[in-house]
């Protein structure tokens, strides 16, 4: 795992790790509770997003296909998305200065900005990522980025928990979702509830830690909860016992800060310890 750049692209490219390494465990999960789409959509946004954070080489394109101009490699003309019009309308111009952003400022020595990274993962989930869940991740991680930019650019303690509870709020008034509808929330809502309890002194490392441990807590309650939102409230008692995929994938983001997860058994065991890598 490469090591420059700053905490939260540090954070992100071991999410998609962990988000890649248990693929098919979350689509087995999916399939059993939703549609059987949210493992692959996880992992093909992220691999969209953090490709476009590579250093471009000398011609000037990014290993996603994005050039200097935030045009795709797909032959459209200068500042165009694969040649279909105004930059400024298109997810893929948005997603390009993004990573641009981000490339730059760790080209320039501020490896430390943790807003970039954040932005651009968060751009391409909300403009790149099918199924429902994707947006709302991109959600989150837009108050993240939010957050960090108001403290300087930086995910200190109080910016995760400000962040994070912002993020919270949008994903539900969009989804309309409660703690105990078997969503995300039941993910989210235990882990903001951790980050607005942790001193900054104990660092944003730390904090995730602990968010971790309440989000896989709340991911665990879902296998005895009938959904009342989200696709899994289609499916009816098929969902029994299962937990739900968003809420993983909730749990994947916050353990994800201390390392690649590659296995979810342990945190969906009744037992399981929660924030530390699995394995990874």
Request: with cysteine; aromatic share 4%; proline share 5%.
């Amino acid at each position: 795992m490469d090591d420059s750049g700053s905490f939260a692209e540090q954070w992100m490219r071991r999410f998609a790790a962990s988000v890649s390494a248990t693929e098919p465990e979350l689509t087995a999960l999916d399939q059993e509770a939703g549609d059987g789409d949210f493992g692959t959509n996880l992992d093909a946004g992220l691999k969209a997003a953090l490709s476009a954070l590579e250093p471009a080489p000398a011609g000037g394109t990014a290993a996603g296909g994005l050039d200097a101009a935030g045009a795709t490699g797909g032959g459209g003309s200068p500042g165009t998305a694969g040649g279909s019009g105004d930059a400024g309308s298109t997810g893929g111009a948005r997603d390009a200065g993004e990573a641009r952003e981000a490339r730059e400022a760790r080209d320039a020595g501020d490896a430390g900005d943790d807003v970039p990274a954040l932005r651009a993962v968060a751009t391409a989930f909300l403009d790149e990522v099918g199924g429902t869940s994707g947006p709302l991740f991109g959600l989150l991680l837009q108050d993240l980025a939010q957050a960090a930019e108001e403290a300087g650019h930086r995910l200190t303690v109080p910016a995760l928990a400000r962040g994070a509870r912002a993020g919270l709020a949008a994903i539900q008034r969009v989804g309309e979702a409660v703690p105990g509808d078997k969503t995300l929330v039941d993910g989210l809502a235990p882990a903001c509830e951790a980050l607005a309890s942790a001193e900054e002194s104990v660092g944003p490392a730390n904090a995730l830690a602990v968010a971790a441990d309440a989000a896989w807590q709340g991911v665990r309650s879902t296998a005895d909860l009938r959904a009342r939102r989200g696709r899994a409230s289609y499916v009816g008692e098929r969902a029994s016992g299962v937990p739900d995929p968003g809420a993983v994938g909730i749990g994947l983001l916050f353990a994800s800060a201390g390392g690649t997860v590659t296995s979810l058994a342990p945190y969906l065991e009744a037992s399981g310890s929660g924030g530390g890598p699995g394995g990874g």
